[in-house]
């Protein structure tokens, strides 16, 4: 039995293990996906990614190209475990599923095998279901599924949690067959961002005027840090990657503010000074999205924990103008990173006005 302790995603892993068991869910059948996880555990999806890709490393379950996650095993029985693998809570999984029958071997009912025709027949003698649909999905693999699998693994567990052995998991290959379509992981991450800024495209036709155009690309960077707040951490600003896309929006920057008789070094600063205050936004964006999946709390709700603490240091010190500014503002401040991303990139672009028309 499952300790109270254990964490969600434990407790996750447990219960499905526990309907394949049962019965209620049987070799070939789909498992609940991310979501139906999430929701039904009331659990952040990086948690049902997590139980889910816990499963497949186990061989609980496989991923079905153009089918979805699965019970593994031959139909009808329960899916092959590795001798000795120890599940999350610490026990031996060659002992069986917590919830399971207490007597005979985990493989099979007690007296051996279900007799299977297909098996003993001459035609399929030898055949291993699991490995044969690990040898279709090894087929049926391409970059373009590969760099979409790591991208919907990345939004749902973070990017740290982004491995080789977990998308081919998550594919249902071997973790080498991955590297016939990507070099490492660092290739990985830039095809990724490539994939990501593709989705969002500058317009084919440039608008008139330098500021409208800067405008233009600060608004596909920040749909797409706001659509996968991972990005925000791989982006680095004095190591940039080998990234095409990346260097399409040093090209539209650069060509919006060419001609105005700026130096090179400055039309660099200012193209580094539009990035960077985008990806700063984003950066604490993706903060608040690990922090609400690790707590489980909105900001809203995290703020109103502090709040006693809060005023505690707020009237026991000279700060007079914050406690007038939150007063008039009625004692609550409707933070939206939308807004302060619009209020932030008008604020800028006035202020490069400055330099860029200067004459």
Do not use: C, N
């Not at 999984?93 to 917590?98: D, E, Q, R």
């Not at 084919?204 to 690309?217: N, S």
């Not at 900001?299 to 707020?314: F, G, K, N, S």
């Amino acid at each position: 039995m499952v300790e109270e302790a254990a964490p969600p995603y434990v407790r996750i892993v447990d219960d499905i293990k526990r309907r394949i068991a049962d019965g209620e869910l049987r070799a070939g059948d789909r498992v609940p996906s991310t979501r139906q996880l999430a929701r039904d555990w009331d659990v952040a999806l990086a948690t049902a990614a997590k139980a889910l890709a816990r499963l497949a490393q186990l061989g609980v379950v496989v991923a079905e190209p153009r089918v979805g996650t699965v019970v593994a095993g031959t139909p009808g029985r329960s899916p092959r475990r590795q001798h000795g693998d120890p599940d999350e809570a610490g026990r031996d999984a060659s002992h069986g599923p917590p919830h399971g029958p207490p007597h005979g071997p985990p493989h099979g009912p007690p007296h051996g095998p279900a007799h299977d025709p297909a098996r003993d027949s001459g035609r399929d003698r030898g055949r291993d279901p699991v490995r044969d649909s690990g040898r279709d999905a090894a087929r049926d693999l391409t970059r373009d599924r590969v760099v979409r699998t790591a991208i919907e693994m990345a939004d749902a567990e973070g990017l740290p949690a982004l491995s080789m052995r977990g998308v081919a998991s998550r594919l249902g290959v071997a973790t080498m067959s991955l590297y016939r379509h990507v070099g490492s992981k660092d290739d990985l991450v830039e095809l990724m961002i490539d994939q990501v800024l593709g989705d969002f495209p500058l317009p084919a036709e440039p608008p008139d005027g330098w500021r409208t155009r800067l405008e233009v690309a600060a608004r596909a960077q920040w749909a797409a840090y706001r659509r996968h707040p991972w990005m925000a951490r791989v982006t680095s600003l004095a190591r940039p990657l080998p990234s095409p896309s990346l260097l399409k929006h040093t090209e539209w920057a650069l060509a919006a503010i060419d001609g105005h008789g700026l130096d090179p070094e400055t039309m660099m600063h200012v193209h580094i000074l539009m990035y960077t205050y985008v990806q700063g936004i984003a950066a604490h964006f993706e903060s608040e999205v690990r922090a609400r999946a690790t707590t489980g709390l909105t900001d809203d709700e995290w703020m109103r924990a502090q709040d006693d603490q809060l005023t505690a240091i707020v009237t026991s010190g000279p700060y007079p103008t914050f406690v007038d500014v939150v007063a008039r503002m009625g004692g609550d401040f409707d933070f939206d990173f939308d807004r302060l991303f619009e209020f932030g990139l008008r604020s800028l672009l006035d202020g490069l006005a400055g330099i860029i028309e200067k004459d």
